[in-house]
Every structure is written in C-alpha cells, then in structure tokens.
C-alpha cells in the first residue's frame, strides 16, 4: 500500500488510555502496541514525544523502546521520529544524539535552534536520518518569538528557516524543518520549502485545517495528527481518514 503522508503521535497519558490497559504491567507499551496494529497500514511514521514516556521513569523508557522495536519490525521501512526537541552546547548535544539515534535507534528527530550551529551540528553526523528544526510552530504562544522582527525586517521564523534550507544544501538532505498547520503563512512558504523534510504538526485536535496543505505534501513531508487518532473510539477508522484526505489533498495538484 502506498504510505500516504500520515504520521501518527505515540502521546500517550495513562489518565486518557482506556482502563484495560491500565491492569498491564506496563500501560504505556500495551497502549501502544494496540494503536500501532489498528493504523499500521496507514502510517508513513509515529512519532512518539520522548515527555510522555520520560515522566514515569525506567517503564516508560522501556515502554518507548519496546514501541520503535515493534514498529521496525512489523515494517522497517516506517520511520519513526522521536520527537525530544533538543537544543544545547554541543558537548552536550553529541550525547542526546547518541541517545536517540544509537540507543533508541530512531530514524529521525526534532531540535530547538535557539543556541545555533553548534548544537545542532552533532547530529549531522548521523547522514541516514531525519533532523526537523523548528521553524514555525503550531502553539498559540508561538508569536512570543518567532514572529519578533529582525534587523532586515525578516520575522524570526523566517530567519530560521533560511538558515535550515542552507544547511540542507550544504551537509545533506535530511535536515527539515517543523512548521505548523495552524499558521495561514504555511500557504506562503510551499514554494521556498520545496524538497525540504518536513514536520507538519497542528492538524486534528488543534484545529489545524487539511485543506491549508495543499500543494506542499511530497516523499518528504509527514502530516502528524496524535490525540484525534489515538484517543478516538476507533484508531483505525480516524487514522484512514486521515490518510484518504491527504491522498486525496495530493491528487488535486
């Protein structure tokens, strides 16, 4: 089956999760093992964030292992991204790399650019995986920053995506960048994101619209939806949806 656009967040809160999982040893990993084998046929990639397995310690790191193991082996070729937003000196970051890329063997990532090259660049070294920078997010408090004007009258955001689409150019193709459905400016941006990864987050619960993606869905482009998948009566029939809207969204350009 052709793998569509739709990446589904593994986000999950014990407080939400169906009581039957909750007799589990571990809740977290059973949850999503069900979620992964109602939407598998429909996923490009899950992206769990790294906070909701961190906050219940060694079980939920367990839980988050055991997660990406299970999706690589039902199909290796669905990428999994954990979403952990790193962002710091580069001493520091060599080691989240090898977390993530080594140790939990994810394929792809997300990072904060705020500290700039340097703690962005020890993740370069791993050439066979995903790195999406954020550019413009889907959080309402994002204008607190990334749309203060710079010096050459440029937002900040677009600073950052510039400075993402010449990295991508000068070390390889997987640098990308996250930038939410929420934001009218995505309409803008399709031409100048043109072959560049990217993370779109915002639709679904946060009210993100499909139809705004039109024209900027590609190989490299993967539509993340989470609560409204997961947290629904039926995973499978909403993940579908999911996937038909944007195959459909696809095949009107």
Same mark, same amino acid.
């Given at each position: 089956?052709?793998?569509?656009?739709?990446?589904?967040?593994?986000?999950?809160?014990i407080k939400r999760i169906?009581?039957?999982?909750? =007799?589990?040893?571990?809740? %977290?990993?059973?949850?999503?093992?069900?979620?992964?084998?109602? &939407?598998?046929?429909?996923?490009? *990639?899950?992206?769990?964030?790294?906070?909701?397995?961190?906050?219940?310690?060694?079980?939920?790191? #367990?839980?988050?292992? =055991? !997660?990406? @193991?299970?999706?690589?082996?039902?199909?290796?070729?669905? !990428?999994? /991204? %954990?979403?952990?937003?790193?962002?710091?000196i580069g001493n520091t970051?060599?080691?989240? *790399?090898?977390?993530?890329? @080594?140790?939990?063997? *994810?394929?792809?990532? !997300? $990072?904060?650019?705020?500290?700039?090259?340097?703690?962005? #660049? +020890?993740?370069?070294?791993?050439?066979?995986?995903?790195?999406?920078? %954020?550019?413009?997010t889907s959080n309402p408090?994002?204008?607190?920053?990334?749309?203060?004007?710079? #010096?050459?009258?440029?937002?900040?955001? @677009?600073?950052?995506?510039?400075?993402? /689409?010449?990295?991508?150019?000068?070390?390889?193709?997987?640098?990308?960048?996250?930038?939410?459905?929420?934001?009218?400016?995505?309409? #803008?941006?399709?031409?100048?994101?043109?072959?560049?990864?990217? %993370? /779109?987050?915002?639709?679904? &619960?946060?009210?993100?619209?499909?139809?705004?993606?039109?024209? /900027?869905?590609?190989?490299?482009?993967?539509?993340?939806? *989470?609560?409204?998948?997961?947290?629904?009566?039926? +995973?499978? &029939?909403?993940?579908?949806?999911?996937?038909? @809207? $944007?195959?459909? $969204?696809?095949? $009107?350009?």
């Open positions: 089956m052709n793998k569509g656009f739709l990446c589904i967040g593994l986000d999950p809160d169906p009581d039957r999982f909750l =007799k589990d040893i571990n809740p %977290l990993w059973e949850f999503n093992k069900y979620i992964i084998d109602e &939407t598998i046929e429909y996923a490009k *990639a899950y992206k769990p964030n790294i906070a909701f397995y961190e906050a219940y310690g060694s079980n939920g790191l #367990e839980a988050l292992k =055991k !997660t990406i @193991e299970y999706v690589k082996k039902i199909d290796k070729n669905i !990428t999994v /991204i %954990l979403d952990a937003k790193r962002g710091d970051a060599s080691f989240y *790399a090898v977390s993530i890329f @080594e140790d939990f063997k *994810a394929d792809g990532t !997300t $990072l904060s650019p705020y500290m700039g090259f340097d703690s962005i #660049e +020890p993740f370069l070294k791993y050439k066979d995986k995903y790195i999406f920078i %954020l550019g413009l408090s994002n204008k607190d920053f990334q749309f203060i004007r710079t #010096e050459d009258g440029k937002f900040l955001y @677009e600073k950052v995506i510039d400075k993402v /689409i010449e990295w991508n150019k000068k070390y390889y193709n997987g640098i990308g960048l996250v930038i939410g459905a929420t934001n009218k400016e995505i309409s #803008e941006l399709k031409n100048k994101l043109k072959g560049i990864p990217l %993370l /779109i987050p915002g639709i679904g &619960t946060q009210k993100g619209e499909i139809d705004i993606l039109k024209g /900027i869905l590609s190989d490299n482009v993967f539509i993340n939806v *989470a609560r409204d998948i997961i947290y629904s009566n039926s +995973p499978k &029939t909403k993940a579908k949806f999911y996937f038909d @809207e $944007l195959n459909r $969204l696809n095949n $009107l350009i």
